[in-house]
Nanobody, 115 residues
Framework: QVQLVEVGGGLVQPGSSLRLSCSAS????????MGWYRQAPGKERELVAL???????NYGDSVKSRFTISRDGAKKTIYLQMNNVKPEDTAVYYC?????????WGSGIQVTVSS
């Protein structure tokens, strides 16, 4: 059973930076892709960033040029570098790993952007 553990959330001010980490219990190159999704109160879960096994990345429109996804295979960890955060980035952020049609989610971590 794959396990994903997210760390790094919290309360930050608008315009600041934050880095989220997601550590997997398996070799991350075992997954077709890994990434981050988020869900704000009253809204649907949406894509933030994905990275596939080949290193190709994909971002949600609202975070392009501000957020960067990366990975460290030796640490079995992916990261989400969040720069110039905005109040609308406030949400629970979930790590996700996919092998074919099998998807595993982390438990989520709260990010709140407020002055």
């Amino acid at each position: 059973q794959v396990q994903l553990v997210e760390v790094g959330g919290g309360l930050v001010q608008p315009g600041s930076s934050l880095r989220l980490s997601c550590s997997a219990s398996e070799n991350i190159f075992f997954f077709n892709d890994m990434g981050w999704y988020r869900q704000a109160p009253g809204k649907e879960r949406e894509l933030v960033a994905l990275i596939n096994v080949g290193g190709v990345t994909n971002y949600g429109d609202s975070v392009k040029s501000r957020f960067t996804i990366s990975r460290d295979g030796a640490k079995k960890t992916i990261y989400l570098q969040m720069n110039n955060v905005k109040p609308e980035d406030t949400a629970v952020y979930y790590c996700r790993a996919r092998v074919l049609s099998r998807i595993t989610w982390g438990s989520g971590i709260q990010v709140t952007v407020s002055s």
